[in-house]
């Protein structure tokens, strides 16, 4: 059982930066699989970014390779994406979700492989 809360949303300009957290209560992030899905308006939430347990092994969907970065702090307690060169298109609500017992070997990104799910933070980019 854990909660997630994403935080670092807001209004950047095109070409800006912004880093996204997710943060959890009820146990420690390093045991799961997270990933970053968005939903921009009026569209299906999509994945991201993920990251595997224990293993670190990472996942970039192609609109945002070389752009977004997933990561962990060095505790463990924290989910990271760290977005720059950031387009109008990026305009989205971004929700981190975390997976029990996956494997550390791969990146889950189906949104039925994740069991929690946070509440999501807006990211406006204007141009």
């Known amino acids: 059982q854990v909660t997630l809360v994403e935080s670092g949303g807001g209004l950047v300009q095109a070409g800006g930066s912004l880093r996204l957290s997710c943060t959890a209560s009820?146990?420690?992030?390093?045991?799961?699989?997270v990933a970053w899905f968005r939903q921009p308006p009026e569209k299906e939430r999509e994945f991201v970014a993920g990251?595997?347990?224990?293993?670190?092994?990472?996942s970039h969907d192609d609109s945002v390779r070389g752009r977004f970065s997933i990561s962990r702090n060095g505790a463990g307690s924290a989910v990271f994406l760290q977005m720059s060169s950031l387009k109008a298109e990026d305009t989205a609500v971004y929700f981190c979700?975390?997976?029990?017992?996956?494997?550390?070997?791969?990146?889950?990104?189906?949104?039925?492989?994740?069991?929690?799910w946070g509440q999501g933070t807006q990211v406006s980019v204007s141009s």
């Open positions: 979700a975390a997976a029990r017992d996956k494997s550390p070997w791969r990146v889950p990104r189906l949104r039925r492989e994740f069991d929690y």
């Open positions: 009820g146990d420690t992030l390093i045991n799961y699989s």
């Open positions: 990251i595997s347990r224990e293993n670190n092994l990472t």
